[in-house]
């Protein structure tokens, strides 16, 4: 029911009862802004009851209110423009110690990406990418740099990495079209969704590659398609979306990855150190 929502409650708007079509009226008109109320706070905006607005969401086919409210928040990401984001996230912030507020709400996230991140397919990632004959690794728009700090340290490790880094669909399958059912693509995609991941793993899964997806829900469109999937709990923070969960799941990639390579890559280490110190990468002078 996830993009069908607000059609669901007109279609339903004649048999509410006086309290629940203010509710309807108010989630329609307003649903950017509903998303994100408790309950209590939908209920005193409308003045019904917060019981109503529990009856509301039963009404609806949903187990309860949080279970519509999610449902709610996930179409509210796909569907806000970056404006609407913004003043929403104004809404909810509001003022004092952004700071704290900011940070704090990103340790959540972290927590929850933990409780609720599948174990297996976390393990079955890394045995993949450890075995796969090219890594292919992709993330479009604020993705994108999810996706390069992740091909920086694979690159590290293997010979054999491919940064999918392009500006139109026709770049994305000239740089793609090489993969075959020996290969894995890594896809880091969050909202607002980009078509051409979409068209990318379209493809991936047309040769018989696997497919990592990192994403925020089992409702992206990326999700379905995926051998692995890891969602990483993500939420406005501002007209973007932060990515500090996501960005967690990565390191703990690259770790685990290296420690199956351990020993070819204490070797590599060793050599790159020894280039980096015969051209003078790094500054010795301070630190």
């Known amino acids: 029911m996830n993009n069908n929502i607000l059609k669901e409650i007109e279609i339903k708007m004649s048999s509410f009862s006086k309290g629940q079509k203010l509710i309807a009226n108010y989630i329609i008109e307003h649903y950017d802004k509903a998303a994100y109320m408790t309950a209590a706070k939908l209920g005193s905006l409308v003045k019904v009851s917060e019981s109503t607005v529990v009856r509301f969401a039963i009404e609806l086919g949903f187990d309860g209110y949080p279970e519509f409210q999610q449902t709610l928040q996930e179409m509210v990401r796909t569907r806000l423009t970056s404006f609407q984001r913004m003043e929403v996230t104004n809404d909810r912030i ?5 700071l704290s507020k900011v940070l704090l709400a990103d340790a959540e996230k972290i927590k929850h990406t933990l409780d609720a991140i599948n174990r297996e397919d976390f393990d079955s ?3 993949k990418i450890v075995n796969a004959k090219k890594i292919y690794i ?3 728009r604020s993705s994108a740099s999810l996706a390069g700090f992740l091909n920086y340290n694979l690159r590290m490790i293997f010979d054999n990495v491919k940064f999918v880094e392009t500006t139109s669909g026709s ?3 000239e740089e793609i079209m090489g993969m075959t ?3 894995v693509m890594i896809a880091i995609s969050f909202p607002r969704y980009s078509k051409r991941i979409i068209n990318a793993v379209d ?3 047309h040769v018989g590659a696997d497919v990592i997806a990192i994403t925020d829900s089992n409702m992206a469109p990326i999700a379905h398609e995926a051998n692995c999937l890891l969602i990483a709990q993500s939420d406005m923070a501002s007209f973007v ?3 500090v969960a996501p960005l967690s799941i990565i390191n703990a990639i690259i770790v685990a990855v290296s420690r199956k390579k351990k020993d070819e890559l204490a070797v590599r280490l060793r050599r790159l ?3 980096w110190d015969e051209y003078d990468v790094y500054d010795k002078t301070h630190g």
Not at 94 to 98: H, M, N, Q, R, T
Request: hydrophobic share 40%; proline share 0%; charged share 40%.
């Open 125 to 127: 990632a890394v045995e």
């Open 94 to 98: 509001g003022d004092g110690d952004i």
């Open 171 to 173: 770049e994305m399958f």
């Open 138 to 140: 992709m993330g479009v």
């Open 241 to 243: 979306d932060s990515l």
């Open 273 to 275: 150190e020894e280039i």
């Open 203 to 205: 493809y991936a899964k």
């Open 181 to 183: 059912s020996e290969d």
